[in-house]
């Protein structure tokens, strides 16, 4: 069964970091691109960043390329999202994906994880 667990969200002001991480279990990870999405209330979900797993290429949206990192562990089997400078449009629930085809910015992945709230005031 394979399963992905976010952590690491909260509350935190406008301007400071926020470190995100997911853990994959039942799935060969090397084997899957890793994607960061969010939904904001209201709002679709959107592609945030992604790391492919052959040449760890990395993918960001326009809105958080800068500030937001995405690196990932194989041997631990975790992605992880840096985000630094975060301003209140960051708020949202983010989401991990896994897709064996490879990062793509649209939300046609395999698996999902439950997703972890960020606030950021201002």
């Given amino acids: 069964q394979v399963?992905?667990?976010?952590?690491?969200?909260?509350?935190?002001?406008?301007?400071?970091?926020?470190?995100?991480?997911?853990?994959?279990?039942?799935?060969?990870?090397?084997?899957?691109?890793?994607?960061?999405?969010?939904?904001?209330?209201?709002?679709?979900?959107?592609?945030?960043?992604g790391i492919n797993w052959r040449t760890s290429a990395t993918y960001y949206a326009d809105s958080v390329k800068g500030r937001f990192t995405v690196s990932r562990?194989?041997?631990?089997?975790?992605?992880?999202?840096?985000?630094?400078?975060?301003?209140?449009?960051?708020?949202a629930v983010y989401s991990c994906a896994a897709r064996v085809g490879g990062v793509t910015t649209s939300v046609d992945y395999d698996y999902w994880g439950q997703g972890t709230q960020v606030t950021v005031s201002s």
Avoid: H, I
């Fill in 73 to 91: 562990d194989n041997d631990k089997n975790t992605v992880s999202l840096q985000m630094n400078s975060v301003k209140p449009d960051d708020t």
């Fill in 3 to 49: 399963q992905l667990v976010e952590s690491g969200g909260g509350l935190v002001q406008a301007g400071d970091s926020l470190r995100l991480s997911c853990a994959a279990s039942g799935l060969t990870f090397s084997s899957y691109g890793m994607g960061w999405f969010r939904q904001a209330p209201g709002k679709e979900r959107e592609f945030v960043a």
